[in-house]
């Protein structure tokens, strides 16, 4: 048994946030034994003492929304928006997620997975340690399957938990120009059964949107996934409402994602389902969206909030979660506690990893970032930079990244 001592924690235990101050933590190989007061510490063979100096002990951090798998480079739609052209017009003149989809067909898996590594290092350098990744910029069977593959490798080549996530119905593909519904049929029927056989998909996405796919085909990919025994999630009510919250918690969906036009009556529908809001406020900021997420209703009802990065190259081009933390508080209203939650305990549910994740609580692994802070809400107070951090996964501390 491994000893860490002399710090505070933040556990989340017993499912929200929480602290224990002159902390101690016991480790056993890769899980944690007991998590407690330092005066508690149970009597036991202590192999290893680690004097963590008086720092804060948060769990590892959770990105449970990306999109960090993609070939080529929007930096320029970017600047086009700065002028004044739209997401709509940069789109209808073949730009935005068709280029993604373009350069990501494009590519080989190498190139995808060595650009996909330089946007995850600066993730984990901040104490991410299990990190969502979606497919939805190949659009074919081979470039979903290629995206998946790059996935999964980043969770092989870096000291990270990653979960892969099929959105091959994020967009239209212009193979299937003016036939959405044979598109989405070839994902039912074909794409989603091989790749669940080939071990690449942990759950099943899809953009419920007026300028993606409708709520009646977003429910054929829920049957679908629900066939292979898989769980769902969804982009829901990001640009308009298409009551696909509602839908999700219908099919008992880990997360509705976005949320900004999220309606009262469907916040109940989530509630009663258990599904976890994960809300996103870089692609808020960077869309200079105006309509906020109902935060006050959501608490109010008790749907457990996530907060993550959304990491794509369109509309959210961020790569640090500890920035989700404070926006979340700053535009979205959201308490630091709340915020860091969002981003541990909240995060892992979403994922449909609440058993092994997300808290410092005996029997989960010891994923775990000690932070030279004073407060916890420093998490959520500064913007930027990188607080000086030691981070342990699986019981062992990281090197670097
Ligand atoms: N919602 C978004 O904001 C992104 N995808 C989605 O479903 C946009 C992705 C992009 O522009 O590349
Ligand atoms: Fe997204």
Known sequence: MKLWYNCHAATMAGGAYSIVENAALLVDGERLHWVGPLAELPSTPISERHDLAGAWVTPGLIDCHTHLVFGGDRSGEFEQRLQGVSYAQIAAAGGGIASSVRATRAASEAELLESALRRARPLLAEGVTV???????GLDLASERKMLRVARRLGEVLPVTVRTTCLAAHALPPEFAGRPDDYIAAICEDWLPQLATEGLVDA?????EHLAFSPAQVERIFQAATRLGLPVKLHAEQLSVQHGAALAAR?????ADHLEY?????VEAMAEAGTVAVLLPGA?????????????????????????????PGTSPVLSLRLMLNLGCTLFGLTPQEALAGATLHAARALGLADHYGSLEAGKYADFVAWDINRPAELAY??????HTRIFRHGKELAHV
Not at 131 to 137: A, D, H, I, Q, R
Not at 251 to 255: N, P, Q, R, V
Request: proline residues 5%; hydrophobic residues 45%.
């Open 131 to 137: 990190l969502e990744v979606k497919s939805g910029y």
């Open 204 to 208: 099943v996405d899809a953009f419920c």
């Open 251 to 255: 099919y008992g969906a880990l997360s």
């Open 262 to 266: 999220l309606v009262e009556e469907d």
């Open 284 to 312: 808020f900021l960077t869309l200079r969206e105006t309509k906020l997420p109902p935060v006050a209703s959501l608490r109010a009802r008790g749907v457990p909030i996530a907060l993550a990065t959304d990491a794509n």
């Open 382 to 387: 500064w913007l930027g930079g990188q607080l």
